[in-house]
Each structure stands twice: as structure tokens, then as C-alpha cells.
């Protein structure tokens, strides 16, 4: 039939020239799409990063361009946390993270075509406190903070054998801290009793006898942390029970993590000038009251550079209202347990004028445990030494710093009840 020849032939020719232009569309587009691939398939891209950590903890923060989605977990021999990206460029200067302090060796780059990583390799085993994703204000995209710190080695391992956690799920759009394994709670009021120095790190020496500071804040802690366990509802722990070395980071970071509810350091002092003497209690401060303050805070700040440890920059403060708010309670418990001492020791210990002074101590930094340290006395001044070194004045000095924490205490109960 003609008809349907022609017909046939008709749909034949649309048919071609549909193809003909499905085809050129279809061409046009794949250019388009090569040339212009759509923002979501682009990998992201890190602009800058920056690095902070003490030998305790530690903070990583990358720029993103965009939102990043990012999963932690931990791989065993040597200890690793590995952080996965999607598709990441990172066009950062090879010095931008140079190792420092909980972090050994940072790594990072493509896996394969859609996935990225981030390897830390750690000093000492660590785990992730908290990772925060969080628009950057003024500069645009993303901010990733990645906050870690030490733990022991079987809790390593157990991350390791768990597997990972997706950081997404946390990010709320402000620090999201997870929970480490909670202290055990006993009910009970923790106190973390802190003997300054140890191990290489001897402390002042006494002018006649030679005792170093070391061992005296060893013996009055041991003293102090066993009357305070004599009292109900108290539960004391030493930070160090012998003579070893602890970094300052170390030492709050352990009376965090056993749950301490006050950190107390204990130190004796020393100065150029011999009579000078009497106790003084610290609180931390961003500037210092005084320039007796601010040398005694770079006497014991030395600690860590004694030790050997890497001292970088403070970790830069992720903006948190939270964390202000808890850092300016923390610091009124503070100015409270001072005050507690100070009036407990009034009119029995030797006293230096105005004896509640502040500075910058390292020792202090913790945001979440209200902190004092102690200069029991001047080890450059003959009386006060002969007292430090006198077992019935520690055990008269110890037995006020106990009352002092509880009348500290005492209206905390009460508010309870
Ligand atoms: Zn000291």
C-alpha cells in the first residue's frame, strides 16, 4: 500500500531526525555537564587548616567549602584515628599541620574518586571527644573541629574493635560533646588532690635542707587526700602517688576523667627574696592581679617545658556560649573554695597579704572543674621551710584545708536537699 509506504517512510524520517536531535541534545549536554558539573559531585574542598595540642589533648581544624560529612573510627598498630570525608581536595601548604603534641603524623588525601581521608597518627592512644561542624561566620563554608584527648590503651582498643560512630548524627551546629564512659559515680563528692611536680621535675629546692618542692607536695597530698577520704560522702584521689613526672595538661586532664568535682595543687614556692613568707591560694585569671601572681603562675608553667613536653598555642575556642557560661561558674566555684581556704587558715597558717591572688597557671585550665593551687609556703624563707618540712604543722595544715572543703561543700548539700 502507497499509503502506508509513505506513511512509513514519513515515520522513519521523524524517527531519524528525532534521534538526530535527541543525539545532538544528549552530546550538548554531556559537554555541558563536563564543563559545568553540578556543586554536589564536585569534591569539597579544604582551604586552610590548623593544629593545637598539648601532650593530653589536642584540636584539629579544617575549612571546608561546604558542609563535610564526616565518620571517625580508630585502627589499632600502630594507635590511629582515621576520619572519613567524601571527595576532598585539600589545597593546604605542606606546613599547615605540622605534628604537635597528642598528634605524631597528620595525614590526608583521596582514598579513591568519591572518598577522602584524614589519618591521624597519634603519640599516645586518643580518642574523640567531639567533632563540630559549624558554618563559618565571615569567611563562609564549613568549619570542621575535630577535639581529642588521651585515654588508656584499653579503651583504645575497645574503640577499635567498635568500630565508628558518624559524626554527622552529632553535629547539631554547635560542639556536640560525646559522652567518654562516664566516671563511675559513687554519689559521692570527688576531689582531686594534685602533688605539683615529680619525676625530672623537682620544684623549688629548700635554702637549708635541700628538700626538693616535689617531695613535699607528695607528703602533704598523700596526708590531705587520706583525712578528706576519713569524711562521709568525700572521695579523694592523688594525681600522682609517687615520684613521677606529670605534664600540666595531664594532670587536669586526669581529674576530669575520674569525675572530680574541685582540683586541688599543691605546691611550695620560692623568690629571691628570703623573707618573704606564708601561704598563698590561686585562682586562674586571664591577667593577673599582680606581678607576685604572675611570676609565681611562670614559675610552675615552666613544669611542662622542664619535662620536655610540646607547648603549642592554646586549641583556638570553637565560639560556644555554653562553654563560657560553664568556664565563668567554674571560675566562681573557684574564687569560692579559695575564699573557703583563706578564711580556714586565717589566724592559724602565716599568711602572705592578700592571700587570694590570680594568674594565668596551666594547671587551673580546666573549663568543668572548679580549681585552686596552694603555695603552701616560701622554701626560700627559713621558718616557712622548717614548717614544711614538720609533719604536725602538714597534719595542722591538712586538717584546715579539710574544714575549708567543707564549709566549700556545705552549702552545695544544702541546695540539694
Ligand atoms: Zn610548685
Not at 26 to 37: G, I, R, S, Y
Not at 352 to 371: C, K, M, T
Amino acid at each position: 500500500m502507497p499509503g502506508f509506504g509513505f506513511a512509513r517512510t514519513c515515520l522513519v524520517v521523524r524517527h531519524s531526525v528525532f534521534v538526530m536531535v535527541l543525539r545532538g541534545f544528549c552530546c550538548f549536554a554531556l559537554m555541558f555537564a563536563a564543563a559545568f558539573p553540578a556543586l554536589a559531585d564536585m569534591p569539597l574542598a579544604v582551604t586552610a587548616a590548623r593544629v593545637a595540642s598539648n601532650d593530653a589533648r589536642g584540636r584539629l581544624v579544617f575549612d571546608f567549602d561546604r558542609k563535610p560529612d564526616a565518620t571517625v573510627h580508630y585502627i589499632g598498630h600502630p594507635d590511629r584515628v582515621v576520619i572519613d570525608l567524601p571527595a576532598t581536595d585539600f589545597t593546604l601548604p605542606q606546613t599547615a599541620l605540622q605534628p604537635v603534641g597528642l598528634f605524631r603524623d597528620i595525614r590526608y588525601g583521596a582514598i579513591d574518586a568519591s572518598h577522602a581521608r584524614i589519618v591521624l597518627n597519634m603519640s599516645r592512644p586518643a580518642k574523640v571527644m567531639a567533632t563540630d561542624v559549624a558554618e563559618n561566620g565571615e569567611g563562609g563554608g564549613y568549619r570542621l573541629t575535630i577535639d581529642a584527648e588521651m585515654t588508656d590503651q584499653k579503651t583504645f582498643d575497645k574503640l577499635v574493635a567498635a568500630g565508628g560512630w558518624n559524626a554527622a548524627a552529632y553535629n547539631s551546629g554547635r560542639q556536640a560533646r560525646l559522652a567518654q564512659d562516664p566516671p563511675p559515680s559513687t554519689g559521692k563528692f570527688v576531689i582531686a588532690v594534685d602533688p605539683g611536680h615529680g619525676g625530672i621535675d623537682t620544684g623549688a629546692i629548700s635554702l637549708d635542707t635541700h628538700v626538693p618542692e616535689k617531695r613535699i607536695t607528695l607528703a602533704f597530698g598523700k596526708a590531705f587526700a587520706a583525712a578528706l577520704n576519713k569524711q562521709p560522702g568525700i572521695e579523694a584521689f592523688l594525681t600522682r602517688d609517687t615520684d613521677r613526672y606529670l605534664s600540666l595538661p595531664e594532670r587536669v586532664t586526669i581529674a576530669r576523667q575520674k569525675g572530680a568535682n574541685l582540683f586541688i595543687s599543691l605546691h611550695a614556692d620560692m623568690l629571691d627574696q628570703p623573707s618573704i613568707r606564708g601561704a598563698t591560694v590561686y585562682t586562674l585569671s586571664d591577667k593577673a592581679s599582680d606581678h607576685l601572681a604572675a611570676e609565681a603562675a611562670d614559675r610552675e608553667n615552666k613544669s611542662d617545658e622542664i619535662g620536655g613536653v610540646t607547648v603549642s598555642h592554646e586549641p583556638e575556642a570553637v565560639n560556644d556560649i555554653l562553654q563560657d557560661l560553664t568556664r565563668r561558674e567554674t571560675q566562681a566555684f573557684s574564687i569560692s573554695l579559695a575564699n573557703a581556704i583563706v578564711s580556714s587558715f586565717k589566724g592559724q597558717v602565716n599568711l602572705i597579704n592578700n592571700p587570694h591572688r590570680s594568674a594565668g597557671f596551666r594547671v587551673l585550665q580546666s573549663d568543668d572543674v572548679p580549681s585552686v593551687l596552694i603555695e603552701l609556703g616560701f622554701l626560700s624563707n627559713r621558718q616557712d621551710e622548717k614548717l614544711l618540712l614538720d609533719p604536725a604543722w602538714r597534719a595542722k595544715v591538712v586538717s584546715l584545708l579539710v574544714e575549708a572543703v567543707k564549709a566549700y561543700r556545705a552549702p552545695l548539700v544544702a541546695g540539694k536537699g
